[in-house]
């Protein structure tokens, strides 16, 4: 893979092409009301430009009508990434999935690719490169009032060779994920029994067809069961089945927080570049968890097709809330996505 000379110190100094251009926010009549104010249910183009190009960073930051913050409402706004006119988007995720952390929460934290700054994490920030040969982005206001949208999208307006391929992002979620009654099971049998030989009832985080890289995820779990007794809610092996492998995949892990880089069932936060825990959940593993893993140095390529899955608790027996934003580069088409799920459906469990 080339080395991109946009993203690293030692390379700043060598010549680059191009033209910086800009999407913003700010007040075109000069004053400082430096934000889109966006209807109940509109749809608003953020971008929409047909000369190639690289988006290099993306920063947003947005508030309900009068600056509220309406319960959930990162799970309510959806952000849509469209590339050379093709007639489905190729990213629709939820504002805050998207940007790096679910359940409808925002926290500050650091990671490579995505962060979240103060205050108290509102702030919004992608380094994903995404080229094109033309762009349009869009935001949809699903929530109960107006939304206050505060933007920049800054790109390079340059040619793009043909190997270069277009950034997707897809949202998913099971709630609960379908796992096994514990019926008469000791804790232990229940956490770490049985065998899992095919895969097939794994949750899904990404599922494409065509050439090109897995670059991560976040993954985020509510821990909905309810015990005394030792509650991890891991325990779940990733399997990546690459272009149509049955199991088992060339590439099978060890455990949820091995994926993730971590081990002995953590509950501290930590941010690193690739890998995260940015939220821990309570005593005993309850409430909520939010972990990231982003394969930026260590992609893993297909060519004809990836399905990355995971287990929800070791074999599959966990029924707790699944909901992750998968991350990838391929050729263009894409295979459709699914529907996006309703707002209902997509609302975090109560604590």
Excluded at 108 to 129: H, R, T, V, Y
Excluded at 143 to 167: A, G
Excluded at 280 to 303: S, V
Aim: hydrophobic share 30%.
């Amino acid at each position: 893979m080339t080395h991109d000379p946009f993203n690293s110190l030692s390379s700043l100094a060598q010549e680059k092409f191009g033209q910086r251009k800009r999407e913003s926010s700010y007040d075109r009549s000069g004053g400082n009301k430096d934000s889109f104010l966006i209807e109940v249910n509109e749809k608003r183009t953020l971008m929409n430009v047909s000369k190639s190009g690289t988006i290099q960073h993306i920063w947003i930051t947005t508030a309900n009508e009068n600056f509220t913050f309406e319960e959930a409402y990162l799970r309510k706004i959806v952000l849509r990434m469209f590339w050379d006119d093709e007639p489905y988007p190729s990213v629709e995720v939820p504002i805050g999935d998207f940007f790096g952390m679910g359940h409808g929460l925002h926290r500050n934290f650091i990671s490579a690719p995505l962060q979240m700054s103060p205050e108290d994490g509102k702030a919004f920030n992608c380094w994903f490169p995404m080229p094109y040969k033309k762009a349009r982005i869009e935001i949809e206001n699903q929530c109960d009032s107006k939304v206050i949208l505060y933007f920049y999208i800054d790109y390079v307006e340059e040619e793009i060779t043909e190997d270069k391929l277009r950034f997707h992002a897809f949202w998913n979620r099971e709630n609960p994920t379908q796992g096994l009654p514990q019926g008469s099971l000791s804790n232990e049998e229940f956490l770490f029994g049985g065998e899992n030989k095919t895969g097939k009832d794994n949750y899904v985080l990404l599922e494409a067809i065509g050439k090109g890289h897995y670059v991560g995820c976040n993954l985020n779990i509510h821990n909905l069961r309810k015990t005394e007794a030792w509650n991890w809610p891991g325990e779940g092996d990733d399997m990546i089945f690459i272009d149509g492998e049955v199991w088992p995949p060339s590439l099978h892990g060890t455990g949820t927080e091995d994926y993730v880089n971590m081990g002995w069932c953590p509950r501290q936060e930590y941010n690193a570049p690739y890998h995260g825990l940015i939220l821990g959940g309570d005593e005993n593993w309850g409430g909520k968890i939010t972990y990231y893993r982003y394969h930026i140095l260590d992609p893993i390529l297909f060519n004809t097709s990836i399905k990355v899955t995971i287990e929800h608790g070791h074999n599959n027996h966990r029924s707790d809330d699944w909901s992750s934003t998968a991350y990838w580069y391929q050729s263009e088409p894409h295979q459709a996505f699914r529907d996006l799920p309703s707002v209902k459906d997509r609302l975090p469990n109560k604590d």
